[in-house]
């Protein structure tokens, strides 16, 4: 977003919009061939298609980034049927028969999932709690953060506020300023959730409290009396956001089988678009214009649902 808003700001004065869309295009094409170039499958992966040599390898590489041994560990294939893999120390006895069936069976009939089976596994007795609290999360988040994302450049107007510097007010630099200020507000959030997240706070504890921190933020902010405490509350609100939003992906990952993310991802992701239009719609109603407290009081209520759902979440995950 930071690439974005300088970009817009050198380009869009001087060139054509075709030259912003085209450069904003590169970082994507530049991570497309670095991933084919540089990332490696992963270890599951490379088991499951039977080409177990380059498990290995993926496996050392792995455990050699972490900083622990490989030793005498290695990757065997399993029944054909599992499709999968198992690590176990050379020289230990091998499971029994009855072991290995089980696991295999149970392999298959993930493997036999359709997708409407995956959806029906999501809602079942195992996952219903925690995909309930995950959508209830995701929903309530995209309600409240895109919602007050989009009312606050109107609370801006309403109050003369420009975050620039040098620049006339309400003229075209000072919005890129704004829009720059705005898009760098978000990497302090970016730069705390990596160095402590699963280090020093569970994501989920993190979740809940930047959404809390979000929501505080956001109310300090829409009751400021002075253009520059205007303009921190909206910031801090885009950094806390920001930290929620890492934690979330976080947690709807690691909150699910390996078999099944795939499935609930999409899920969560959909919930959370339909939330964000709807907040939309909600947000441009008369009622909800500035000076109203409407929006705050609504996005504050709804981040503070998300966050006592997220500390509901079980402790322990699939990771």
């Known amino acids: 977003s930071i690439y974005v808003a300088l970009l817009a700001w050198l380009t869009i004065p001087h060139h054509s919009w075709r030259v912003f869309a085209a ?38 590489q792995l455990t050699r980034h972490e900083g622990e041994q490989f030793g005498s560990f290695r990757l065997l ?4 049927i599992q499709a999968t893999g198992v690590m176990r120390e050379a020289g230990s006895p091998r499971t029994s028969p009855r072991t290995r069936a089980s696991h295999a069976l149970h392999h298959h009939q993930h493997r036999q ?11 079942g007795p195992k996952m219903r709690r925690t995909t ?10 995209g309600f409240g953060w895109y919602g007050l994302i989009m009312w606050m450049p109107a609370l801006f107007k309403s109050r003369g506020v ?25 990497f302090p959030g970016n730069l705390f959730a990596v160095v402590v997240m699963d280090r020093y ?3 989920r504890t993190l979740l809940a409290m930047s959404l809390v921190l ?15 405490e205007l303009g921190l509350g909206y910031c801090a609100f885009n950094a806390f956001s920001t930290m929620a939003w890492n934690s979330l992906d976080v947690a ?26 709807a907040a939309q719609l909600v947000y441009a109603l008369p009622s909800f214009a500035p000076p109203s407290m409407l929006p705050i009081v609504a996005s504050a209520a709804a981040m503070t649902i998300s966050a006592c759902s997220a500390m509901c979440l079980p402790v322990e995950t699939y990771a």
Do not use: N
């Open 23 to 60: 450069l904003c295009s590169l970082p994507a094409l530049l991570c497309a061939v670095m991933s084919m170039l540089l990332v490696r499958e992963s270890p599951r992966f490379l088991l499951a298609s039977g080409r177990v040599a380059e498990a290995t390898l993926a496996f050392k």
């Open 77 to 80: 294939p399993v029944e054909p």
């Open 113 to 123: 999932l359709t997708h409407w089976g995956r959806v029906k596994e999501l809602a």
């Open 132 to 141: 309930f609290l995950l959508c209830l999360v995701t929903s309530c988040m």
């Open 162 to 186: 420009d975050m620039c510097i040098g620049a006339k007010a309400g003229g075209s630099d000072c919005t890129y300023q704004s829009a720059l200020v705005a898009a760098s507000s978000c």
């Open 201 to 203: 706070i569970s994501h």
């Open 214 to 228: 979000a929501a505080g933020a956001g109310l300090a902010a829409s009751v400021s009396t002075h253009p520059w």
């Open 252 to 277: 709807s990952t690691e909150s699910f089988p390996t078999a099944m993310r795939g499935t609930s991802m999409g899920i969560l992701s959909s919930i959370g678009r339909v939330a964000a239009t």
